[in-house]
């Protein structure tokens, strides 16, 4: 039987999210012409229909003081004619070894909602890391000062997005998107009908801002970075006066512990002596013994650790603390305010 080429492929795993997922063609259009390629799709095909499928996605992230690569599932779908057969399962864990091979240091997912949770954790061994609290970022200003010039620019200038990875990076366990993730976000923001505007102080890019009116007196603001407060505040008022509303919130990464903080996104670790290494390294006074368990797909993962003294070593003595892949991620990821901006999910 012949294969699929590229292009069937392509147009099959975008009928399957028109089927899982409904998503509008706009949207549709968007996705499939930007963000999709074939190295990033995982599919299985049976009587050369593509069945099951997802898009694994790598990442710049800021990590403990280093820029690490990092995966991210989008668009997980079975067919419902081909469900409950284990096919989801097949295409994750295809997921982390060809990510793993890559280079990815971890693996997020953000399941669609709450009852997905599960799901991910017993199909890929994540488990919750990443949470989000709102806070209220409204200014206090009458107009814009007078030394700021805030605009929606048009075109896709390189500016605009060394400006957006300049500052980005600054923020430890920061995922960062490169320049055509970064513009297909932009690009898909836009066609919703909501705010990306920038800011100028003296002519130089000082800032950017992505809002949306979320009801009649308040705006939520996705992502703001700025250089400096004043150039943030610029930006939120003319995105409040613009969308007309009174109050700006933005969902901001969360310790875990916070009230009101909410689960938002699972991990898990796809290279556990690199991940400690890594964590030994920002923390050189920490001390731990961990094994780690029940990877069957990178089974590389599985060892007693212990960390003293700037160094990880293998044990095969038992240690007080057995956990996942997905347990290591939330061990070291939960607490901490993780930065997943952008993710086109919402």
Same mark, same amino acid.
């Given at each position: 039987?012949?294969?699929?080429?590229?292009?069937?492929?392509?147009?099959?795993?975008?009928?399957?999210?028109?089927?899982?997922?409904?998503?509008?063609?706009?949207?549709?259009? !968007?996705?499939?012409?930007?963000?999709?390629?074939?190295?990033?799709?995982?599919?299985?095909?049976?009587?050369?229909?593509?069945?099951?499928?997802?898009?694994?996605?790598?990442?710049?992230?800021?990590?403990?003081?280093?820029?690490?690569?990092?995966?991210?599932?989008?668009?997980?779908?079975?067919?419902?004619?081909?469900?409950?057969?284990?096919?989801?399962?097949?295409?994750?864990?295809?997921?982390?070894?060809?990510?793993?091979?890559?280079?990815?240091?971890?693996?997020?997912?953000?399941? +669609?909602?709450?009852?997905?949770?599960?799901?991910?954790?017993?199909?890929?061994?994540?488990?919750?890391?990443?949470?989000?609290?709102?806070?209220?970022?409204?200014?206090?200003?009458?107009?814009?000062?007078?030394?700021?010039?805030?605009?929606?620019?048009?075109?896709?200038?390189?500016?605009?997005?060394?400006?957006?990875?300049?500052?980005?990076?600054?923020?430890?366990?920061? !995922?960062?998107?490169?320049?055509?993730?970064?513009?297909?976000?932009?690009? +898909?923001?836009?066609?919703?009908?909501?705010?990306?505007?920038?800011?100028?102080?003296?002519?130089?890019?000082?800032?950017?801002?992505?809002?949306?009116?979320?009801?009649?007196?308040?705006?939520?603001?996705?992502?703001?970075? +700025?250089?400096?407060?004043?150039?943030?505040?610029?930006?939120?008022?003319?995105?409040?006066?613009? !969308?007309?509303?009174?109050?700006?919130?933005?969902?901001?990464?969360?310790?875990?512990?916070?009230?009101?903080?909410?689960?938002?996104?699972? +991990?898990?670790?796809?290279?556990?002596?690199?991940?400690?290494?890594?964590?030994?390294?920002?923390?050189?006074?920490?001390?731990?013994?961990?094994?780690?368990?029940?990877?069957?797909?990178?089974?590389?993962?599985?060892?007693?650790?212990?960390?003293?003294?700037?160094?990880?070593?293998?044990?095969?003595?038992?240690?007080?603390?057995?956990?996942?892949?997905?347990?290591?991620?939330?061990?070291? !990821?939960?607490?901490?305010?993780?930065?997943?901006?952008?993710?086109?999910?919402?």
């Amino acid at each position: 039987m012949p294969y699929l080429n590229n292009e069937e492929v392509r147009s099959q795993t975008r009928e399957l999210w028109r089927t899982c997922f409904g998503d509008p063609e706009p949207f549709l259009d !968007l996705y499939f012409t930007r963000k999709y390629t074939p190295a990033s799709n995982v599919c299985i095909i049976h009587e050369r229909q593509v069945v099951a499928a997802l898009q694994a996605f790598l990442y710049p992230m800021s990590f403990y003081g280093t820029v690490v690569r990092v995966g991210y599932l989008s668009g997980v779908a079975t067919h419902p004619d081909h469900r409950g057969k284990g096919l989801a399962s097949r295409i994750i864990d295809e997921a982390h070894r060809r990510l793993a091979k890559a280079g990815a240091l971890m693996s997020f997912v953000i399941p +669609a909602g709450e009852d997905l949770f599960g799901f991910y954790e017993r199909h890929g061994g994540y488990q919750t890391a990443v949470y989000r609290a709102e806070v209220d970022v409204t200014d206090s200003l009458d107009d814009v000062p007078p030394q700021f010039e805030v605009e929606e620019p048009e075109e896709e200038a390189q500016e605009i997005y060394t400006c957006y990875r300049n500052i980005r990076r600054r923020t430890d366990l920061a !995922l960062c998107h490169d320049r055509a993730s970064f513009f297909t976000a932009v690009a +898909a923001w836009r066609q919703e009908g909501h705010v990306f505007c920038t800011v100028r102080r003296g002519g130089q890019l000082a800032g950017l801002c992505f809002a949306r009116r979320r009801d009649e007196g308040q705006c939520e603001v996705a992502e703001a970075l +700025a250089r400096t407060d004043e150039a943030l505040d610029a930006m939120i008022h003319y995105a409040r006066r613009r !969308l007309g509303t009174s109050r700006a919130t933005m969902r901001v990464g969360a310790s875990g512990n916070l009230p009101g903080a909410q689960p938002y996104a699972m +991990a898990r670790v796809l290279d556990a002596p690199r991940f400690l290494r890594l964590v030994q390294q920002a923390q050189p006074g920490l001390t731990l013994d961990v094994g780690i368990g029940g990877d069957w797909v990178l089974p590389a993962n599985n060892a007693f650790y212990h960390l003293e003294g700037g160094r990880l070593s293998l044990t095969g003595q038992m240690p007080p603390t057995l956990t996942t892949p997905g347990g290591l991620a939330r061990m070291f !990821l939960a607490g901490q305010p993780v930065q997943l901006k952008l993710m086109m999910d919402e």
